[in-house]
């Protein structure tokens, strides 16, 4: 079955880096456009970015600049590189798969951005 399990969060200063890992099982990686997308307590879960088959991305406006994300194929993983983080990027962050219309999500990873 699809497995999708997510590491890297944690507790960092406001301009801080943070580096997220997702490490995907059970489907052919390479294939599927992988996404990171973030929920704060109190609201909607939210695109943060998006990888598709061939490498093209999309952002989240709210991130573009210092979000990067990226995929290795051959380790069925996809990253997603945090730079110059700020208090409003706390939230749970969670990799998701999109296959045959349905969603697979992560367990999620806590980032909280605080001094």
């Known amino acids: 079955q699809v497995q999708l399990v997510e590491s890297g969060g944690g507790l960092v200063q406001p301009g801080g880096s943070l580096r997220l890992s997702c490490a995907a099982s059970?489907?052919?990686?390479?294939?599927?456009?992988m996404g990171w997308y973030r929920q704060a307590p109190g609201k909607q879960r939210e695109l943060v970015a998006i990888i598709f088959s061939d490498g093209s991305t999309n952002y989240a406006d709210s991130v573009k600049g210092r979000f990067t994300i990226s995929r290795d194929n051959a380790k069925n993983t996809v990253y997603l590189q945090m730079n110059s983080l700020k208090p409003e990027d706390t939230a749970v962050y969670y990799c998701n798969a999109r296959i045959a219309g349905r969603n697979y999500w992560g367990q999620g990873t806590q980032v909280a951005v605080s001094s």
């Open positions: 059970g489907i052919t990686f390479r294939l599927y456009a």
